[in-house]
C-alpha cells in the first residue's frame, strides 16, 4: 500500500474503478438488451429500413460479443436492397471482439478496400 501525506493510493484506484463500474454498468445492459430487429421483424427488415448509405460489415469468427452469425444476417440484409452498396469482410483470428484493436494489418486492409471502392 502506498500511503503518502494520507492519501492512500490503492484505496483511490479501488474507488475510482468501482465508480467507472457503477458508470458503465447501465451501457452495457442497455447494448446488451438492445435489439434492432425489435418491433420490425427480422434483422433484414430492420436495416433495410433505417440505413441508406455504404456499409462496411466485418465479423471476426471468434467474436462472441457479436457472433458471426450476426455480421452474415445484416451483411445480407443491407445486400438484399438494391440500392445501397455493402462490403463484408469475415476475419478467422483467436482474439474475438478484440481483432479490431490487435489485428490491425486485418481490420485496417478491410477499411481500406472499403474506403478505396468506387461505388
Known sequence: CVCVDGWNGMEKLTETSS????RLAPLTQAMDMFDISEGRGAVADAVREK??????IIGVQSDILFPIDQ???LASGLKARADVPVMYYELDSIY????FLIDVSS???AVKGF???SW
Not at 465508480?19 to 457503477?22: D, T, V, W, Y
Not at 440505413?51 to 462496411?56: G, K
Not at 474475438?96 to 481483432?99: A, E, M, Q, R, S
Open 71 to 73: 455480421q452474415r444476417e
Open 96 to 99: 474475438g471482439h478484440d481483432t
Open 107 to 109: 481490420v485496417g486492409g
Open 19 to 22: 465508480s467507472i463500474r457503477a
Open 51 to 56: 440505413i441508406r448509405c455504404p456499409a462496411l
Open 115 to 117: 474506403l478505396e471502392c
